[in-house]
């Protein structure tokens, strides 16, 4: 298989290191489980080379977690909703609440970029992937 390269903002690297890590943390140790570990440890290694180790960064780093934890807990309680028929003021207040969590992720996300710049791919790098592209 070929090696895909894609421009890549620093938000994007932290946020799917985070969803790894949350789906470590709770999914059933299942037949993907060990591809989950093994991904998140790439990635891991990724982020410790290209990112510095900044406090502030690592503040962020912890406000995208609680983001993603908060995101995880609506979408199981809107999902026990479903399931149980349950469409009145609680499914909508937990909507709404959703909504709220999702623009605190997108936030924190962009401040993230802010800080550090997006994408992490230098000029060069970018200038060939546009190449390709316009094959």
């Not at 620093?10 to 570990?37: M, N, W």
């Amino acid at each position: 298989m070929n090696e895909i390269l894609v421009p890549l903002a620093a938000a994007d690297l932290i946020d799917r290191i985070v969803v790894l890590q949350l789906r470590l943390e709770t999914a059933a140790h299942d037949s993907d489980y060990g591809v989950t570990v093994r991904q998140k440890a790439l990635l891991d290694r990724l982020a410790e080379r290209i990112l510095p180790q900044d406090v502030e960064l690592q503040r962020l780093w912890g406000r995208l977690y609680a983001a993603r934890c908060d995101l995880y807990v609506l979408e199981q309680d809107l999902r026990a909703c479903d399931e149980r028929g349950e469409f009145g003021v609680p499914f909508v207040a937990l909507t709404r609440a959703l909504l709220a969590a999702r623009d605190t992720l997108d936030t924190v996300r962009s401040e993230i970029d802010a800080q550090l710049g997006a994408p992490l791919l230098v000029n060069d790098q970018l200038a060939r992937a546009q190449e390709v592209l316009d094959q």
